[in-house]
């Protein structure tokens, strides 16, 4: 088996993110890997409400703020040491592949809802995340797609 000595994991605050990270723990434990975790948020800035502009950036700094604090309750509930937690702004993917190259990242781990066809086609974050990387990256399919669940 491959180890890693820095792994990140990007989470969307999802009930499907504890299977991503129980998986990403087992990983960093059995290769004494550094771990951290990344959330990232669409930015928000402005919205316009007829001719009035409306400031969102408040709001965002709450988003922030929540993220931050739910990353550090997800960190506490793995058996693995988090060394650091990301909240990010911007396009899931180019944040996680840019965080990875930053931090000397050696594997990027995400969730995948087993997309196929159309839904593929549209794209998703693991895929999208996949194609660009400059370290591997590990997709832990935490939903299988409608036709294996029958």
Do not use: W
Request: glycine share 8%.
């Amino acid at each position: 088996m491959a180890c890693y000595k820095h792994i990140i994991v990007g989470v969307d605050l999802s009930d499907d993110s504890s299977k991503v990270l129980a998986r990403a723990s087992e990983l960093a434990r059995a290769c004494g890997a550094t771990l951290s975790l990344a959330h990232v948020i669409e930015p928000l800035t402005f919205a316009y409400g007829g001719d009035m502009p409306i400031d969102l950036s408040e709001v965002q700094e709450q988003l922030q703020l929540k993220a931050q604090q739910e990353l550090q309750r997800l960190g506490q509930l793995i058996e693995h040491p988090v060394k650091h937690e990301h909240v990010l702004v911007g396009q899931a993917a180019t944040e996680l592949r840019y965080l990875a190259s930053q931090e000397n990242a050696d594997l990027i781990i995400v969730g995948s809802r087993g997309r196929k066809g159309f839904a593929l086609l549209l794209g998703s974050t693991s895929n999208s995340v996949l194609h660009g990387a400059g370290c591997d990256v590990l997709a832990v399919l935490v939903k299988p797609p409608a036709d294996q669940t029958k």
